[in-house]
């Protein structure tokens, strides 16, 4: 099981910074340098879109050994930035650090060193499960007979054994979640960023997943996962991160970010956008659409498409040109 596999990556200490932020904008000032004790030690990461900043000046340090939720409603920066902590996507400006490693300077290794669980459509989907599992630790330069051991413990540990040679694409969607886990794990990382883990995953898998996590952490491992399911992260993770607008608004453990109240009303606070319920007449019973007249648009006679003239769909001859 996944007690018997043992860590493969040991981490040695090197800081750096990366360039200074874009001109025009000003990101809040760090006093210190990433946190080589730290699992996860992010300083003043900024991705921008054009003119869409989506992590302004992130600074965040997530211990080992902790669970750590990161949570923000959508569009926070949540996955930009984990996608920049992971390796996947170059940050602006700012600097990373994994277990004292930092992350651009040697992207391949920190790739190499970490578990980051792949969003389904990023698989081999055309492998069976058991080949999956194997390729991704042959990958990671484990040997052919290891991934191959390691890959049946972790099907057995995911309730997967029975579908170990049913090609991926043929899994339920929490099947395939379950997989994705797994193909993270095989190579025994010290930590392990999932990224909405239990997303269509039924409760008894569920619990299975959370158990292993809870030991893999246990065992001094770190996890990081992000969620829009607070009663989730406040039952199973140890520290929470709240991110909004590209930046953290609080960090600690759950009982100091909670502050006394429930997660998810302090979450509400801490981001702010609610508002009373719209009002929209049409999903009340309102009044039914007013019968209009229809003619043919432009698609040519044969398409036998009509629609009402309007100001979006206007009636033109008829000539299929647009
Ligand atoms: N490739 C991209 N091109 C342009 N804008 C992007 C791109 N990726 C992300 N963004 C924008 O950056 C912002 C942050 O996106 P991100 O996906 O990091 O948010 P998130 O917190 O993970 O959201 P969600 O909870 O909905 O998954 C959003 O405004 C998004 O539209």
Redesign the pocket.
Known sequence: MIRAIPTLMKYALIMSTYQTAPAGFDPAPVATGPNPQAALSIRALV?R??A?I??NGLSLDIPVGSFYGLV??????????L?MATGLLVPDSGSVMILGRDVWSDVNQAKRSIGVMPQSNQIFDRLTGLQLLVYSGMLRGMKRQEASARAKDLLSAFDLASAADTMVSGYSAGMNKKICLATAMIHSPRLLVLDEPFESVDPVSSANLKDILAEYVSTGGTVIV?S?VMALVEKMCTHVAV?NQ?QVRADGTITQVAAGEDLEDRFLQLVGGRHAAAQISWLNGGPAPSAQPVQPIAAGPQSGITMPPSSEFPANSGSGQQ
């Open positions: 991705k879109y054009e869409k989506a992590v923000g409603p959508n569009g926070a920066g949540k996955t930009t930035t996608n992000s829009h991110i590209g």
